[in-house]
Nanobody, 123 residues
Framework: VQLVESGGGLVQAGGSLRLSCAASGRTFRNSIMGWFRQAPGKEREFVAAIRWDSSSTFYADSVKGRFTVSRANAKNTVYLQMNSLKPEDTAVYYC?????????????????WGQGTQVTVSS
């Protein structure tokens, strides 16, 4: 699976951004599409994930209620709507994919990654 993210940028605290992840190549009903982020000097961390058929979503506690992950049925595209952004949300955001339903929040469980998109939230 090939993944390409877009939609990052600079936004003020309290603002919103929507990230997109375009997937190409083979996909499976039991695939998971995940969003991760990595701030300077920190490890890459789980943000959110969605099952390819959109039947289940998963969120990190730090983004629950502010971020929403979704998939466009007619497109091989997954979105991450980010509202009420905080300076601590500043990071490079990565889209990732895996072909089973295990270890959804574990970075090393994913075998396909996009190149990342920068999100910067100013205070």
């Amino acid at each position: 699976v090939q993944l390409v993210e877009s939609g990052g940028g600079l936004v003020q605290a309290g603002g919103s951004l929507r990230l997109s992840c375009a997937a190409s190549g083979r996909t499976f009903r039991n695939s998971i599409m995940g969003w991760f982020r990595q701030a300077p000097g920190k490890e890459r961390e789980f943000v959110a994930a969605i099952r390819w058929d959109s039947s289940s979503t998963f969120y990190a506690d730090s983004v629950k209620g502010r971020f929403t992950v979704s998939r466009a049925n007619a497109k091989n595209t997954v979105y991450l709507q980010m509202n009420s952004l905080k300076p601590e949300d500043t990071a490079v955001y990565y889209c990732a994919a895996k072909n089973n339903l295990l270890d959804v929040t574990t970075t090393r469980a994913y075998d396909s990654w996009g190149q990342g998109t920068q999100v910067t939230v100013s205070s």
